[in-house]
């Protein structure tokens, strides 16, 4: 990482970071399904370690979970102090790529062939956060929310409720 990577406080912005997981997961989803893909969505991503100015950063995706025409990529993020060699976890998170037809709309993906405890493990991982993503939205959708269901939810809350 150079030092034009970094933010005000000395280590490598998160943004920058960012800009990379979602190219690697354009490669790894592109090559997967032989198509140009999209970003659809980030999931979650907790900085855990800073990276810092002169660090060597290594990125490993894989694809975790397919559906019909996107696929959810898994990253990782370490870095490597090139002068000890210690490797640090900076981040992992979950992109989910659509692949895109010549047309513009979305095109059909080959399945994951799994062969391995850890791609099922991933693969089921995946489709649990998708439906759980699923049950949340629609719990809190406009049209189905009613605040008085959540007046002891957000009891002791940094809030002042003043709902007209």
Not at 79 to 95: A, D, F, P
Not at 103 to 125: D, H, Q, V, Y
Request: aromatic letters at 8%.
């Amino acid at each position: 990482m150079q030092p034009s990577h970094s933010n005000f406080g000395g280590k490598v912005h998160g943004g920058y970071i960012l800009s990379l997981m979602d190219q690697i997961a354009f490669a790894c989803a592109s090559k997967h399904s032989q198509r140009y893909c999209v970003t659809a969505s980030v999931n979650r991503v907790d900085f855990l370690n800073p990276v810092e100015v002169g660090d060597l950063l290594t990125l490993k995706a894989s694809i975790n979970y397919t559906g019909k025409t996107s696929m959810v990529v898994g990253v990782r993020v370490e870095s490597e102090n090139v002068i000890t060699g210690k490797k640090t976890h900076c981040n992992s998170s979950y992109l989910t790529m659509v692949a895109k037809a010549e047309n513009g709309g979305n095109s059909p993906i080959p399945g994951l062939l799994i062969t391995t405890k850890n791609e099922m493990r991933r693969f089921a991982r995946s489709k649990e956060r998708k439906q759980s993503a699923f049950d949340r939205d629609s719990k809190y959708d406009n049209n189905n929310f009613r605040p008085q269901d959540y007046l002891q939810f957000l009891e002791g809350e940094n809030l002042k409720l003043d709902l007209l």
